[in-house]
């Protein structure tokens, strides 16, 4: 079973799905005590329209964020964080070097290879330029 000691711990959350997989995964592997940052990048299309308004998007954050805190437990500061960017990774990172993160801690998400030709790979994106080590949690029970 994985054991997370970290003073500072930043969660990436993508969605309401991957907020619950993500907080229930950290809640069985981390200390009672510490600092985590859920943390929500809206992704800027670089100069196209978006397609939802900010508030719209900031809205959907607040939702992820609700479902992850109702997953998590312990005695554990939970803080959140909105971030804008162009690239998903780099905003990641950015922000958890500004944070003064000491560990990133992300949970696996399903997608093709096309999926991952088309849009990136933010995972390992963010796993050759993280500033601060990652870990991949296990699904809740492994």
């Known amino acids: 079973m994985l054991s997370i000691s970290a003073d500072t711990v930043v969660v990436p959350l993508a969605s309401e799905d991957d907020a619950a997989t993500t907080a229930n995964a950290l809640s069985a592997a981390i200390d009672a005590e510490g600092r985590v940052v ?3 990048v809206i992704e ?4 196209a329209p978006d397609k ?4 719209q998007r900031e809205d ?5 964020f609700a479902v992850a805190r ?3 437990s312990g005695d554990r500061t939970i803080e959140t ?7 998903v990774a780099d905003t990641i990172a950015s922000a958890a070097e500004a944070l003064d993160a000491d560990l990133i ?13 088309l849009t990136g ?15 991949v949690l296990p699904e809740a029970g492994e």
């Open 38 to 40: 859920l943390l929500h």
């Open 44 to 47: 800027k299309a670089g100069g």
């Open 52 to 55: 939802a308004s900010v508030e």
């Open 60 to 64: 959907r954050a607040a939702e992820i």
């Open 70 to 72: 109702d997953h998590l």
């Open 81 to 87: 964080e909105v971030r804008y960017g162009t690239d």
């Open 105 to 117: 801690a992300v949970s696996p998400r399903e997608a093709g290879r096309l999926t991952r030709l």
């Open 121 to 135: 790979d933010t995972s390992l994106s963010l796993l050759t330029g993280s500033p601060v080590p990652m870990v």
